[in-house]
C-alpha cells in the first residue's frame, strides 16, 4: 500500500503533517477527514521518493485559479472547436469531483483540487471554464450547459439535481456510477460483434480472391478451349470477376455512394424509425438491443430520481438514452400521458415495446412510493439479462456466419465443378 505524506488542518485550526497509507490519493483524504482532519496538501510518494524524500505526485487544495495547461489555450481560436472528453474521461473526472466534495472541500475548492492534477489538454480547459463560471456565481450545472459538448442532457440533469438537492457527493457517485456502466455496456456489446467482424471480413476477402484470382485460372482455359453452354453459377462468377477486373474503379463507386445514400437515407427521421422498428424485430439482435436499451433506461431514471429529480424531467433525459427510435418515440408518447396525470406503468405497456418485468417493477413502484429502489433493483436485473442476452448473440452468431460461408463456398464450388463434369461428359 503507498505512503502519502500530507499537511491538514484539525477543527481547531491547527496545521498537521505527517504520513498516511492509503489504497489512492482519495483513500488518503478520506481517512484523515475520518479522524477529523481535513487535507490541504497530499504527496503520494513513489519508492524512489520514499528514500529522497521528494514527491512523486501531489494534490493540493488551494484557492487561485490553476494555471491554464501549455497548448489549450489557442485551440478554439485555431478553429478545433472546444475540446472534448471521452465517455471513460467525464466518468473519471466525475469521480474525482465527488471524492474531494466527498471529503469535505468547497466546490471550489474541489474543482481547483482536481484541476492541478488533471491529465490531458481537453480536461484542464473543461476545468477552467467550470471554475471561471462557478467563481462568477452559476451553479455547477449552469456553468456546464454553457461549455455544451461532451455535458449531455444525461449529465446537465444529474448536475442540476445535485445543485438541487444537497448532495453533491451523493449524486456525482452515481452520475459516475452511470457513466462507468454504460461504458461497460458498450464494450460489452462491442465485444460480443468484434468476432463476428472478423469473419464477416475474412469472408468477403476470401470471396474477392477466389472470384477474381483463383476462379478465372481455372476456369477460364476450358472455357476457350470448350465449345459448350456454361453453367449459370459459372457464368454468374465469370461476370463478376470480369465485371472487378475491368471497372473494379466504377464498383468502388458505387460502393461509396451506396454508403454516402445510406447515410443521408438514415438521417430521415421517417426512414430511421423504420429501421430501428425492424430491429428490434429481429430474432436474436432485436433482443439484444432492446435489452441494452431498456438496462440503460431503467438505471438512468432510477438515478435521476434517487436524485430527486422530478420523474418528468427524468423521462424527457431518459429518452435520450435508449438509442432507438421507435422507443424514443414511445417515450414520447409515455410522458405525454404521465403529462396529463396517468401512472407511468399504463403507457408504457400500451406501447407494446417494453418488457413485461419493466412495466410490473414500475407499477409495484408507483404503488408502494418506492419508484426509485425498484427501478435501481430492477436494473440489475436488466443487466444480467443483457449479459443473458450478449452470450446468446455470440453463440447464435458463429453458426450463422458459418451458414453463410458455406453457401458462398458451395456457390464457388459449383462454378468450378458444372463446367468440369460437362466437359467430362463430352470427352465420354
Known amino acids: ?132 463560471r462557478v467563481e462568477a ?25 445535485a445543485d438541487a438537492s444537497g448532495r453533491m457527493s451523493e449524486v456525482l457517485h452515481q452520475l459516475a456510477d452511470l457513466l462507468e456502466r454504460s461504458l461497460e455496456l458498450r464494450r460489452e456489446v462491442l465485444g460480443a ?58 464498383f468502388l463507386a458505387v460502393i461509396a455512394l451506396a454508403l454516402f445514400g445510406w447515410r443521408a437515407w438514415r438521417k430521415v427521421p421517417a426512414n430511421r424509425l423504420r429501421l430501428d422498428r425492424f430491429k428490434l424485430r429481429l430474432p436474436v439482435l432485436g433482443q439484444l438491443l432492446r435489452d441494452v436499451a431498456v438496462a440503460r433506461f431503467t438505471r438512468t431514471l432510477g438515478t435521476l430520481s434517487s436524485a430527486g429529480l422530478p420523474i418528468l424531467e427524468g423521462l424527457r433525459i431518459t429518452k435520450h438514452t435508449l438509442a432507438n427510435a421507435a422507443l424514443e418515440e414511445a417515450m414520447d408518447q409515455v410522458q405525454d400521458q404521465v403529462t396529463h396525470g396517468k401512472a407511468l406503468a399504463d403507457p408504457l405497456e400500451r406501447s407494446g415495446l417494453f418488457p413485461p418485468l419493466l412495466i410490473q417493477v414500475v407499477n409495484l413502484g408507483e404503488r408502494s412510493g418506492r419508484l426509485e429502489s425498484m427501478l435501481l433493483h430492477a436494473a440489475t436485473a436488466f443487466d444480467r439479462q443483457v449479459n443473458t442476452s450478449i452470450k446468446l448473440f455470440t453463440k447464435a452468431l458463429p453458426p450463422v456466419m458459418l451458414i453463410i460461408m458455406a453457401s458462398i463456398g458451395g456457390f464457388i464450388l459449383a462454378a468450378i465443378l458444372l463446367p468440369l463434369l460437362e466437359l467430362q461428359s463430352l470427352v465420354q
Not at 222 to 244: S, Y
Request: proline share 8%.
Open 1 to 132: 500500500m503507498p505512503n502519502f505524506q500530507y499537511e491538514s488542518l484539525t477543527t481547531g485550526g491547527q496545521v498537521r503533517t505527517g504520513t498516511i497509507a492509503a489504497l489512492d490519493r482519495a483513500d488518503a483524504v478520506r481517512k484523515l477527514l475520518g479522524r477529523g482532519e481535513t487535507a490541504t496538501s497530499v504527496l503520494e510518494l513513489d519508492g524512489q521518493a520514499r528514500r529522497t524524500a521528494k514527491p512523486a505526485r501531489r494534490w493540493t487544495v488551494a484557492s487561485p485559479k490553476a494555471p491554464p495547461a501549455p497548448g489549450t489555450a489557442g485551440l478554439a481560436a485555431l478553429g478545433f472547436g472546444k475540446p472534448r472528453l471521452r465517455r471513460a474521461e467525464m466518468a473519471n473526472l466525475v469521480r474525482e469531483l465527488a471524492t474531494a466534495i466527498e471529503a469535505g472541500l468547497p466546490l471550489m475548492q474541489a474543482l481547483t483540487t482536481v484541476r492541478r492534477q488533471a491529465p490531458g489538454r481537453a480536461m484542464p480547459v473543461i476545468l477552467d471554464h467550470l471554475i471561471e
Open 137 to 161: 456565481g452559476d451553479q455547477l450545472h449552469q456553468a456546464a450547459r454553457d461549455y455544451g459538448p461532451p455535458f449531455d442532457d444525461l449529465i446537465l440533469g444529474m448536475l442540476q439535481a
Open 193 to 250: 460483434t468484434f468476432y463476428p467482424a472478423i469473419v464477416a471480413t475474412l469472408i468477403a476477402g476470401s470471396v474477392v480472391i477466389l472470384v477474381t484470382v483463383l476462379v478465372p485460372k481455372l476456369i477460364g482455359p476450358l472455357v476457350a478451349e470448350a465449345n459448350f453452354t456454361l453453367p449459370w453459377p459459372t457464368q454468374v462468377v465469370l461476370g463478376f470477376a470480369n465485371f472487378l477486373s475491368s471497372y473494379w474503379h466504377l
